[in-house]
């Protein structure tokens, strides 16, 4: 019984096989992680001291900011690579990859460039808020970001992978960047005493020594006719890719500015208190989006092979699979709803008391989130996101406006700043749907076919 409901499950198109084998390892990989996640975190605060932490934390998240400085390239490569494959075309495919590579790597030369020469003006212990140990701040800061430099590059072969259909090993790639971490942050624990440096320099290389044996591996192997290489390096692609690739960058951008607004808005009208109150609730429903992020995640690139190859029929049976998933999830959310106050009282218990209105528009805007994301990633997939990058940029524009309206004019508090995301979200919940039947449908005209 066991067998035939093993074989049931993975039979079907080849294309779909492939998506519920990434999403099972996906799912594997990510409890892991998880794992990983609650082991290191009291690791590294025993080791550090919980300032020390924090500021790692807030070098990381800044340095992080500079990911966006591939202006899109990443999803650029990663549509015309999976295109140029679906077509057969592995010349193409190898020229898109060879030129990625190459404009990155001058984008890292120049960020270094610039870093090196700001770097002497900048007042760290300010930056950081710290007048401890600056000059090791310094020094770390220095080398975290010269080694960012370098895992700016080699990180594009997560790209490829994903292209590739195969999420999964860029999910391990990350998995044993973690357990690595831990390792080895467990091994400063007992040879060396608290020093942000050692950790600081332990982490940045290896996250960029993983990704780069992985790169020897993948273009020794399986990738090797796509390895990047000098004579296939065409800057005339640049600008197909760049094409797309700006256009992702900006509704990425726009979706951050969303993002990291809203805990400082809450900071600054209501306190910071009221922030933690909300990150709870949100972490708590973001759960659900976490798990549906990973069973769509896959079709992207199975969408822009497919949609190559005019293969709507997959397109619309995949779809339909990932709607009725969502009921599920929708289901879930609601149980989650139902028993929130005891899942809060059990993970928190009376160290914050959230309210169960805010838990309500947090349900609502996880169910409306998840069902973009079913049509997301096959527009995202077949390079039809014109609409949503205005969509994208028009939220951005009144997200912060509405959600001050709401917390303060209307005393709607934390969750005011919610119900304006909520609000916002909306008018892609209702143009997407109805720009996937058109496209699948060959109805798609002007605006909605761009």
């Given at each position: 019984m ?5 074989n049931?499950?993975?039979?079907g198109h080849e294309r779909?096989?492939?998506a519920?084998k990434n999403?099972?390892g ?10 990983i996640s609650?082991?290191l ?6 080791y550090?001291n919980?300032t ?7 070098l990381?998240?800044v340095?992080g900011?500079?990911v966006f400085?591939?202006?899109g390239l ?6 015309k690579f999976a295109?140029a494959k679906?077509e057969g075309n ?7 990859v ?12 120049g960020?270094f460039?610039v870093?090196?020469?700001v770097n002497?003006f ?13 000059r ?12 960012f ?9 997560n ?11 860029s999910s391990?790639?990350?998995t ?7 390792i080895?942050v ?5 040879t ?14 290896i996250?960029?020594i993983?990704?780069?044996l ?6 020794n192997?399986?990738?090797?006719s ?15 890719l760049l094409?797309l690739g ?5 509704t ?14 809450i900071?600054?009208?209501?306190g910071?208190?009221?922030v933690a ?11 659900m989006?976490m ?6 995640a896959?079709y992207?690139?199975?969408y ?7 293969d ?8 339909l699979?990932i709607?009725?998933?969502w009921?599920i999830?929708i289901i879930?959310?609601?149980i989650?709803l139902l ?8 993970w928190?218990g ?5 309210p169960?209105?805010l838990s309500?528009v947090m349900?609502?805007?996880v169910?409306v989130?998840?069902s973009?994301?079913i049509?997301?990633n096959?527009?995202a997939g077949?390079n039809?996101i014109q609409?949503?990058l ?5 939220v951005?524009?009144?997200?912060i406006?509405?959600s001050?309206?709401?917390a ?6 934390s969750t005011g ?6 609000i916002g979200i909306?008018?892609r ?13 060959g109805k798609?005209k ?5």
């Amino acid at each position: 019984m066991i067998r035939n409901l093993f074989n049931s499950f993975f039979s079907g198109h080849e294309r779909t096989i492939r998506a519920k084998k990434n999403i099972i390892g996906s799912f594997l990989l990510k409890g892991i992680s998880i794992i990983i996640s609650l082991l290191l975190v009291p690791l590294t605060i025993d080791y550090l001291n919980p300032t020390k932490y924090g500021i790692w934390l807030t070098l990381s998240s800044v340095i992080g900011w500079f990911v966006f400085f591939d202006i899109g390239l990443g999803n650029g490569l990663r549509n015309k690579f999976a295109i140029a494959k679906a077509e057969g075309n592995d010349l193409l495919a190898k020229v898109f990859v060879s030129t990625t590579y190459a404009i990155i790597t001058l984008i890292a030369v120049g960020l270094f460039v610039v870093f090196f020469i700001v770097n002497q003006f900048l007042d760290w212990g300010l930056i950081l808020n710290t007048s401890n140990e600056v000059r090791e701040i310094e020094q770390l800061v220095f080398i975290v970001f010269s080694v960012f430099c370098f895992q700016f590059i080699i990180k594009l072969i997560n790209v490829v992978f994903i292209a590739d259909q195969r999420p999964v090993i860029s999910s391990l790639i990350n998995t044993l960047g973690s357990l690595f971490s831990l390792i080895v942050v467990f091994i400063l624990t007992k040879t060396t005493h608290g020093s942000l440096l050692y950790l600081g320099a332990s982490f940045s290389l290896i996250n960029l020594i993983i990704p780069f044996l992985a790169s020897i591996w993948a273009f020794n192997g399986r990738y090797k006719s796509y390895s990047p290489s000098f004579k296939n390096i065409d800057f005339s692609k640049a600008k197909e890719l760049l094409n797309l690739g700006v256009r992702f960058f900006i509704t990425q951008v726009a979706a951050i500015i969303v993002a990291a607004t809203d805990n400082i808005i809450i900071s600054q009208l209501i306190g910071n208190e009221d922030v933690a109150v909300y990150n709870v609730s949100y972490k708590y429903f973001g759960v659900m989006n976490m798990v549906f992020t990973i069973i769509t995640a896959p079709y992207w690139s199975a969408y822009t092979e497919a949609y190559t190859k005019n293969d709507m029929e997959w397109v619309k049976q995949a779809t339909l699979k990932i709607i009725k998933l969502w009921f599920i999830v929708i289901i879930g959310i609601i149980i989650m709803l139902l028993f929130s106050n005891n899942a809060y009282q059990l993970w928190i218990g009376d160290r914050l008391a959230i309210p169960f209105n805010l838990s309500i528009v947090m349900a609502l805007w996880v169910i409306v989130s998840t069902s973009t994301m079913i049509f997301a990633n096959f527009l995202a997939g077949v390079n039809k996101i014109q609409l949503s990058l205005y969509h994208a940029i028009f939220v951005s524009i009144i997200n912060i406006p509405l959600s001050i309206y709401f917390a303060k004019n209307l005393a709607m508090g934390s969750t005011g700043v919610i119900l304006a995301t909520l609000i916002g979200i909306i008018p892609r919940a209702i143009f997407q749907p109805i720009q996937y039947w058109k496209i699948v449908n060959g109805k798609a005209k002007g605006i909605w076919n761009k």
